[in-house]
């Protein structure tokens, strides 16, 4: 039985899958580009359909130019921990593809899921760095393509905060009293054979 973090697995996985979690106490150390180009380059190698890569990241490492717009996107709940982030990647994806032998683009079914995939990559990355990643969708969804100068045609996904991970008493009580790896659903809740089941 795989077992890490106080999660247990019903399964054996490998353990980088439990020891990944989404800490909020992260104690404002400055990443190094290469640290952070090496968590976005394992989001690269993520499968895609058609091998399009409609996913794209935008990032801003704190201490540079960009980090209080970036900041500033997110809502107020989130800012109050990810102020303390290394840094914050926005990522999107790109709507359309132009399949082999089309003669132009058209609306890609699996955009949001292509992307999805290289976030799982990067957020196993970052943990495996020592640098855990939090993932929001608590961002100001409207305002954030025009913020970042995101065009026509593709979609801001999430962002997601990446540091150092402090202790929690770095944290409000209340949010200190969450900080903890989450449990999951049973597999038989989620996983059917044959067919889906309600
Ligand atoms: C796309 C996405 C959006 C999320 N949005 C937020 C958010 O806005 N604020 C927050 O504190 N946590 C957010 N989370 C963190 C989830 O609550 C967390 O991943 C989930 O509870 C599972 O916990 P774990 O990642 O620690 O295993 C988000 C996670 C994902 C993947």
Not at 15 to 34: H, Q
Request: proline share 8%.
């Amino acid at each position: 039985m795989t077992t890490a973090n106080g999660r247990t697995a019903d399964h054996e996985i490998g353990k980088l899958f439990l020891e990944r979690w989404s800490p909020r106490a992260y104690t404002g150390e400055a990443i190094p580009e290469e640290t952070l180009l090496t968590i976005l380059e394992a989001a690269r190698w993520a499968p895609s359909s058609y091998n399009m890569q409609p996913w794209r990241f935008v990032y801003a490492r704190r201490d540079t130019p960009a980090w209080e717009k970036f900041l500033g996107l997110l809502v107020p709940f989130n800012q109050s921990w990810a102020k303390n982030a290394a840094a914050l990647v926005y990522i999107i994806s790109k709507t359309h593809m132009q399949p082999p032998g089309a003669d132009n683009p058209v609306p890609s079914h699996t955009h949001s899921f292509d992307t999805g995939a290289a976030w799982g990559s990067l957020a196993l990355q970052a943990e495996k760095s020592g640098w855990p990643a939090h993932g929001m969708v608590g961002f100001d969804i409207p305002g954030a393509a025009t913020a970042l100068g995101v065009p026509e045609g593709y979609r801001v996904e999430a962002v997601c905060a990446i540091g150092r991970k402090g202790d929690k008493s770095l944290l409000s009580e209340q949010m200190a009293a969450r900080e903890v790896p989450s449990a999951r659903k049973p597999l038989s809740e989620i996983a059917f054979e044959g067919g889906f089941k309600e």
